[in-house]
Nanobody, 124 residues
Framework: QVQLIESGGEFVQTGSSLTLSCAAS????????VGWFRQVPGKAREFVAA????????YYSGPWRRRFAISRDDAVNTVFLQMNNLEPLDSAVYYC?????????????????WGQGTEVTVSS
C-alpha cells in the first residue's frame, strides 16, 4: 500500500520559514516525480513545485520560485519543500503527490498518489 504523509505545517508569523516533508511508504520516491500543490478554501488546487525522478531536475510555479525550494533525500525516502520569507498569501493546505510517468509536472492528473495535506497558516 502506497502512502504519502505530509508534515511540517504550522501557524507562523510573516517572514518565518518552514520546511514541509513528504515521507513515502510503498514506493521509492527517487523513481517517481514528486510535486507539491497547495489549496485554499474555495479555490482550485495549484501547483507549487516538483522534482523529477532520478535526475532530480526541479520545477517551480512562478509565484514561489524565489522563496521556495524543493529537494529530495533518498536515504529517508522523503521530499521536502523549504519555504522562506512566508507571507499571509502562502497560507494553504499543502499536498504532495507522486507519479511515475509525469510529462507535465504542473498537472494534477499526472500524479497517481496523493497525501492528505498539511496546513500552513501565516499571520500578518
Amino acid at each position: 500500500q502506497v502512502q504519502l504523509i505530509e508534515s511540517g505545517g504550522e501557524f507562523v508569523q510573516t517572514g518565518s520559514s518552514l520546511t514541509l516533508s513528504c515521507a513515502a511508504s510503498g514506493i521509492t520516491l527517487s523513481n517517481y516525480g514528486v510535486g507539491w500543490f497547495r489549496q485554499v478554501p474555495g479555490k482550485a488546487r495549484e501547483f507549487v513545485a516538483a522534482i523529477k525522478q532520478n535526475s532530480g531536475s526541479k520545477y517551480y510555479s512562478g509565484p514561489w520560485r524565489r522563496r521556495f525550494a524543493i529537494s529530495r533525500d533518498d536515504a529517508v525516502n522523503t521530499v521536502f519543500l523549504q519555504m522562506n520569507n512566508l507571507e499571509p498569501l502562502d497560507s494553504a493546505v499543502y499536498y504532495c503527490a507522486a507519479g511515475a510517468q509525469i510529462t507535465g509536472f504542473g498537472l494534477e492528473k499526472e500524479y497517481e498518489y496523493w497525501g492528505q495535506g498539511t496546513e500552513v497558516t501565516v499571520s500578518s
